[in-house]
Nanobody, 124 residues
Framework: QVQLVESGGGLVQAGGSLRLSCAAS????????IGWFRQAPGKEREFVAA????????YYADSVKGRFTISRDNAKNTVYLQMNSLKPEDTAVYYC?????????????????WGQGTQVTVSS
């Protein structure tokens, strides 16, 4: 099993940046695909970015492509989401998720393990 803890959320002005971290426990973390999702009030949880266990392939939602970057450091059991040029519509609770399959899914149902989430608020 893998336990995930997100951090790095906060309040930032539009155009600013934040870096989220997802720290994982478990010796097999390096073999898990990791995804970032977000959920705004009254909306469904949506895909943001994902990375394969090797780090060789990354995937992004169209809404964040070119602004967000996902990366991983398997030696530190941590995945990062660098968020630049933030917009008010990026405001949401951000969750990281893990799945033991080698391919990184872009849907909620593709992940077995979830963190508790971290709030990101972007003011206009």
């Amino acid at each position: 099993q893998v336990q995930l803890v997100e951090s790095g959320g906060g309040l930032v002005q539009a155009g600013g940046s934040l870096r989220l971290s997802c720290a994982a426990s478990g010796r097999t973390f390096s073999s898990y695909a990791i995804g970032w999702f977000r959920q705004a009030p009254g909306k469904e949880r949506e895909f943001v970015a994902a990375i394969r266990w090797t780090g060789s392939s990354t995937y992004y939602a169209d809404s964040v492509k070119g602004r967000f970057t996902i990366s991983r450091d398997n030696a530190k059991n941590t995945v990062y989401l660098q968020m630049n040029s933030l917009k008010p519509e990026d405001t949401a609770v951000y969750y990281c998720a893990a799945d033991p399959r080698p391919f990184a899914s872009t849907v909620v149902a593709g992940y077995n393990y979830w963190g508790q989430g971290t709030q990101v608020t972007v003011s206009s």
